[in-house]
């Protein structure tokens, strides 16, 4: 997420504010002086002390306001302080300004009162003006405020309904390894012994606490994988790679093939009569799919689409893309290739990938093909 705060009560943001609205007021003040062909010796010295005396009134109310509003103190005593404080510095001011106004310039004594109260009204509305962007400035802070923290609220939930699905693979992996190994021990002691030190390094990238991998990298654990089942069922289960080349460096969560390999062997017979084939194979369309024929099983295993339901979610949390499913003669899922990353976090575990992208698994060093 982006950092995005909005922070408009500085001093810099007085100065501009100040300078802005001080440079409207004496344009519509200088407009009136040329409407009434106001002829006056002292016209235009009037006219320019009244822009600098606005610029530093509003420069000295906007201060006071912006400082008020970041004390942390309630709402209501923060509304009444910044009101009734900028009153009285309104009043202050403008007294003071009319008052050295007549001490430089000797004008007209008999229009002295009148002066001070239309300076005092002018004043007054110029405080009104604060008062109103200075509120106006708040709100707008406080929104963006709110958003920032409901975006954070969001990512947050999202990062741990994430570990949460992530935390689910691990038994959902494991519980089916084991149920393997267990076949496996009651045909061949020998196998089963080899079957177990392929499987514990193929847990090394199971427990890798990863995101994000490079597909070559999934595409060797995948047939790490693929390797242990060959040990139970031989040439009648069998994995046939298309990838295509450009796509061997960009990105796909982990065990995701894997785990589409897993549930083809787990819900379809697998015999010599019905050998099962998956193919796996990179598209035009930057993703990549894992397709086997349909030759159910008449029971259905425990927990059916439990592992597909986390992997569409997964992708749909971090990178809102969605895993596609079509069934016909053949099952076929459909999941989408990352191509560059746009999280720090993920830009990290890129930057670990890399550092071991040369590693290999159970002896198996996967080669893609065209």
């Known amino acids: 997420m982006k950092n995005r705060d909005f922070q408009p009560f500085t001093n810099r943001s007085a100065i501009i504010i100040s300078l802005s609205i001080g440079g409207i007021l004496n344009a519509i003040m200088f407009i009136g002086y040329v409407y009434i062909k106001n002829q006056e010796a002292t016209a235009g010295i009037r006219l320019i002390y009244t822009f600098l005396s606005n610029i530093a009134m509003l420069y ?29 510095i309104t009043v ?11 001490l430089l310039v000797r004008d007209n004594q008999q229009f002295i009162n009148l002066f001070f109260i239309t300076n005092l009204i002018k004043d007054l509305i110029v ?17 963006q405020h709110t958003l920032i923290e409901n975006e954070r609220l969001i990512a947050d939930n999202i990062r741990i309904r994430y570990e949460v699905l992530k935390n689910q693979v691990d038994p ?3 519980f089916n390894s084991l ?6 021990i009651g045909m061949d002691t020998d196998k089963a012994h080899e079957y177990v030190q392929h499987l514990s390094q193929v847990f090394r990238y ?7 991998m490079f597909l070559n990298e999934e595409l060797n654990f995948t047939e790490s994988y693929a ?19 450009k796509y061997k460096n960009w990105y796909i969560m982990p065990i995701s093939l894997q785990l589409l390999v897993e549930n083809a062997v787990k819900h379809n017979v697998i015999s010599s009569k019905y050998p099962l084939i998956i193919t796996i194979d990179t598209t035009s369309r930057d993703t990549i799919r894992v397709m086997n024929t349909i030759q159910q099983k008449k029971e259905a295993e425990p927990g059916a689409g439990i592992g597909l339901a986390n ?11 969605e895993v596609s499913i079509t069934m016909t003669d053949v099952f076929c899922v459909e999941i989408p290739l990352i191509e560059e990353l746009e999280d720090t976090k993920f830009k990290n575990n890129r930057n670990e990938s890399t550092n071991n992208r040369g590693r290999t698994y159970c002896g198996t060093k996967f080669a893609t093909t065209n």
């Open 127 to 143: 405080e009104i003006i604060v008062l109103l962007s200075t509120f106006l400035l708040y709100s707008i802070s406080e929104r």
């Open 179 to 184: 149920n393997t190994l267990d076949g496996l």
């Open 227 to 245: 390797h242990l089942m060959k040990i139970r069922y031989g040439e009648n289960f069998q994995i046939q790679y298309h990838i295509d080349e």
């Open 60 to 88: 000295v109310l906007y201060t006071y306001c912006f400082e008020i509003i970041q004390h942390k103190i309630p709402k209501r005593r923060k509304f009444s302080m910044i009101i009734f404080g900028s009153l009285f």
């Open 92 to 102: 202050l001011l403008s007294l003071a300004f009319s008052k050295i106004y007549f």
């Open 172 to 174: 959902h992996f494991l």
């Open 206 to 212: 199971a427990i890798s606490n990863k995101e994000i």
């Open 311 to 321: 992997l569409r979610e997964r992708y749909n949390l971090l990178f809102q893309k």
